[in-house]
């Protein structure tokens, strides 16, 4: 399905980042890990990158290869981490690999962006959202003192404001036939999940119990492969909800239907 596609997964040390390597690997692909932390078990090449620091991605963006077919943007941070490092690393620094990676890639890649059932509720945030459009890294701390983006908060944030910057950017660059989309899983079991219960507590502990089980990784890169097969190539600019029935529920029990 991905014979001969280079792809480029961020956050492939561990959890879903590493499922989707092993599994696009597995799919015929040439995959090049990227992550803070070397892998136990390294998929293809490995650069070591900090995705809160704009110059470590500079020298990232600039070693990488020209030509890869896909980005998958999977790295990312957890709300018990600081707001900061959650915004920088969530939303900015995944923004800026991916416009300064785009002149890399070949024509007709896919970039597929790890959002949340956390993010959709972006809607009811636009004010923030649109304020953040031209965040840049210096920008986060008065940002999220300006706005009041703490702890939780961080992170639902992020993944709202990366939801709306997908869909933003359904054509941007449809003349080179390059696509962007999105996954929004529920919660999902891997070395993260306890910092989500923790964080989120009654709301996290409600939900386990609505779903008949949390996802795992391997309920994640089956979806990221199809986005980054050719199969997709008509999905632009779309979020894809991955949770098991989660956000049907949501919308169900909003909207007064059983």
Known sequence: ???????????????????SAALLAAC?????????????????????????????????????????????????LPPTRPAEAVVKVNLVGLKYLTTQLVPKLSD??????????????????????????????????????????????????????LIVWTMQNRWTWRARGIRMNSISPGPVDTPILKDFIETLGARAEEDMKTMDRPGTPADIAPVIAFLMSDGSAWIRGTNLPVDGGMFSNVLCSTHGFN
Request: contains cysteine; hydrophobic residues 50%.
């Open 1 to 19: 399905m991905l014979q001969g596609k280079t792809i480029v997964v961020t956050g492939a040390a561990s959890g879903i980042g590493a499922a």
């Open 28 to 76: 015929g692909a040439d995959v090049i890990s990227v992550d803070i932390n070397e892998p136990d078990r390294p998929v293809g090449r490995f650069f070591r990158a900090d995705l809160s620091d704009k110059s470590s991605i500079d020298e990232l963006v600039a070693a990488l290869p020209a030509g890869a077919n896909g980005l998958a943007n999977i790295a990312g």
């Open 108 to 161: 007709g890649a896919s970039v597929v962006n790890l959002a949340s059932l956390a993010g959709l509720g972006w809607a009811d945030a636009k004010d923030v959202v649109m304020a953040s459009s031209d965040l840049g890294f210096d920008d986060v701390a008065a940002f999220c003192r300006g706005h009041k983006i703490s702890e939780a908060r961080s992170y639902f944030f992020s993944k709202e404001a």
